[in-house]
């Protein structure tokens, strides 16, 4: 395995300044984002697109820091009932997976994405009950009309491609939860995988150790996400997981994102990192930074030496001892 960084946290930096932080880190990869959510700071996909040279000149910037890509990441919501938005996250998405191929990068990350209850719908819709039954009409409507139709199609773009997509597993999302990414998985095709991010699944009740072996013997796994969460029980008390407060409101949510090591312990990490091995996982583990208790540098360096010390880097020898 490999420690690499997903990079809009540096989204204030050039792509230059960004690389010489994140080699200076002892990282080796780096996840970078085309548009989105994460922005496209470091990267001009139109531009890498057109001409061959360019891509050539990008990359060896990045194999003179000792650098390697790890994902393209293009989250967005191409099945929104907002039509210029789906339009503007289905192109971009097919774009990065373009890209990915040109670039000999593996993976090309995103959301699932979440659409209207039915084709009238103007706005998103994200059922989580199955009554009262309209619930139940919205989450059919959703997967058979729209999730697993637009989800097939790209499945045979990224297979003619030679790209995996990684799809984050985000509440919020129709692909959610280990069942609705192997749903999903099952409905359009091999090439439609996971970024498997722990912090979401705890916030959800989810173990991400039981999860990686749901997923992993799938080989359902094509990319990893490192970030923590704080689950704050006395607020969940009060508010649920499903917490609607903003993020801001730290003292008070029911979970926070935190740095690797300050919501669960080592442990819990060199059991998910140990899980990953068993089960097949040897890319990247890609730090994602989101403290709102820690700036960048304290966040990131503290990632980095808690990981550093649970990944295991070096493939497994024979069993001499047999």
Not at 221 to 237: G, S, V
Request: proline fraction near 5%; charged fraction near 25%; glycine fraction near 8%.
């Amino acid at each position: 395995m490999k420690l690499g960084i997903f990079t809009p946290l540096y989204n204030d930096l050039s792509f230059e300044e960004m690389i010489t932080v994140v080699a200076k880190k002892g990282l080796q990869a780096v996840e970078i984002g085309t548009g989105g959510s994460p922005g496209k700071a470091h990267l001009e996909i139109d531009k890498l697109l057109a001409s061959s040279e360019e891509r050539k000149e990008y990359q060896n910037k990045l194999t003179d820091k000792g650098l390697e890509i790890s994902a393209l990441s293009c989250h967005h919501n191409p099945i929104s009932p907002v039509k210029q938005l789906a339009k503007e996250a289905d192109e971009l998405l097919r774009k990065t997976i373009e890209l990915a191929s040109l670039m000999n990068v593996p993976v090309v990350n995103g959301f699932s994405g979440v659409s209207g209850g039915n084709a009238s719908d103007t706005q998103v819709n994200w059922p989580i009950l199955p009554w009262p039954t309209e619930y139940r009409d919205n989450y059919e409507y959703q997967w058979e009309k729209k999730l697993i139709p637009y989800w097939k199609d790209v499945h045979y773009t990224a297979e003619a491609a030679g790209v995996k997509i990684g799809i984050e597993l985000h509440g919020g999302f129709l692909a959610h939860t280990p069942y609705t990414m192997l749903k999903l998985r099952e409905a359009t095709g091999k090439t439609i995988g996971c970024n498997l991010d722990p912090s979401h699944l705890w916030w959800q009740g989810i173990d991400p150790v039981a999860a990686i072996k749901i997923l992993g013997s799938e080989k359902a796994i094509h990319h990893f996400h490192a970030k923590d969460t704080y689950l704050d029980q006395d607020n969940i008390n009060m508010y649920g997981l499903t917490d609607m407060q903003p993020y801001e409101n730290v003292k008070t949510r029911s979970w926070n994102f935190r740095t690797v090591g300050y919501g669960h312990s080592l442990e819990v990490w060199s059991d998910m990192i140990s899980a990953l091995r068993t089960y097949g996982y040897d890319h990247v583990l890609s730090i994602e930074h989101e403290d709102p208790l820690m700036s960048i540098d304290e966040g990131l360096s503290r990632a980095v030496k808690n990981l550093s010390s649970v990944m295991i880097k070096e493939r497994p020898a024979s069993m001499w001892w047999t």
